[in-house]
């Protein structure tokens, strides 16, 4: 942990391999005059919103409420906090553009990538290479591209869609930056959920590029699409769906819930419609149905399946099981603008 008061005669904050533009939450606080600040942490920042909160009073006299609730990314804002304060920070996520009272704080990665970029171009076995990362690596692309350019690459750094703040990001719930015209793609960063869903979208090699562990390797999403059609067939006798769907600003897709619905119905089963804000096994364990179909985060039908003691359907395996859809039609649920 550093806290940097002379980078440019600017504010940083440092943690790990993260830096966090204490300067631009100061410039805001200046700007539009705030009184009262409220600040969001993912979980994975939240061990450091107690130091933030004491450099930022250090430098500007304004009450700073810290948002206790869980946050899982950018879509998953905290409305009340925002209705008690003038602005409210959002850490470690790039904005989706849904509150003007949201500030996006981002967390961008210092570390080197070009020793482990360097390394997966040996690999590559195409000409035209698209390029995708999360937010923490965007401002890297650029050398990313000049290096695949040295080697005689052609590379692609596509935009994403109005939910997509830089080219080339890609997100746990959208791979619009991943639609373009190339042979392969280099994916920089840590994990592999975005990978293995880009991959299944496009349905082509995904080389990682792990930064944090200098690790190279292509992604196989055969190991996920074996465990999602098993949770199909799971489900292939249930009569009595409940089809979740989100409050959160980000994931809110009732008009997607409510045609689900009228689908199964047309198919002689039943379907209710649940609202909840967070969606846990726990919240849900008033409620029998023989299956879910979340419709809220895609990613809770994919990392925390385990933990349901029914199947947990997304909207696309749903289909598919009701012959709305065929097996080889299999896609990674998305959230996209324009489908709220």
């Not at 409220?38 to 006299?61: C, D, M, T, Y």
């Not at 002689?268 to 649940?274: Q, T």
Request: with cysteine.
């Amino acid at each position: 942990m550093q806290y940097n008061k002379n980078k440019n005669k600017e504010i940083i904050y440092t943690i790990d391999d993260l830096e966090i533009d204490i300067q631009l939450i100061l410039n805001v606080i200046d700007e539009r005059g705030a009184a009262t600040i409220g600040l969001q942490f993912p979980e994975g920042l939240k061990r450091q919103a107690v130091n933030i909160s004491r450099i930022i009073q250090q430098h500007r006299r304004v009450g700073i409420l810290i948002s206790g609730n869980p946050c899982f990314g950018a879509c998953d804002i905290d409305t009340q906090l925002i209705e008690l304060t003038d602005v409210l920070f959002h850490f470690g996520h790039s904005s989706q553009g849904f509150y003007k009272e949201v500030v996006y704080v981002e967390a961008r990665s210092k570390i080197d990538v070009a020793p482990v970029v360097a390394r997966t171009i040996k690999i590559l076995s195409g000409k035209r290479i698209g390029i995708i990362t999360t937010v923490q690596h965007v401002h890297k692309l650029q050398e990313i591209r000049n290096m695949l350019a040295a080697e005689g690459f052609e590379s692609r750094i596509e935009e994403g869609d109005a939910h997509i703040a830089y080219p080339g990001q890609v997100l746990g719930c959208n791979f619009s930056a991943a639609r373009g015209n190339c042979d392969e793609y280099i994916y920089v960063g840590g994990g592999e959920f975005h990978p293995t869903g880009v991959s299944i979208t496009t349905r082509k090699n995904i080389i990682i590029a792990n930064p944090y562990n200098n690790s190279v390797y292509k992604i196989n999403p055969k190991p996920l699409i074996r465990r999602r059609c098993a949770m199909i067939a799971k489900a292939f006798n249930a009569a009595n769906f409940g089809i979740i769907v989100s409050t959160k600003i980000g994931q809110q897709r009732l008009a997607l819930a409510e045609d689900l619905k009228r689908k199964i119905e047309e198919h002689n089963k039943n379907a209710d419609l649940i609202i909840m804000d967070l969606v846990t096994p726990e919240q849900l364990l008033g409620f029998k149905p023989d299956a879910f179909v979340n419709t809220a985060c895609p990613r809770i039908a994919i990392d925390d399946s385990k933990q349901f003691n029914i199947p947990v359907l997304t909207p696309v395996e749903l289909e598919i099981l009701i012959g709305e859809r065929e097996w080889k039609e299999f896609a990674m649920d998305e959230i996209l603008a324009g489908d709220r």
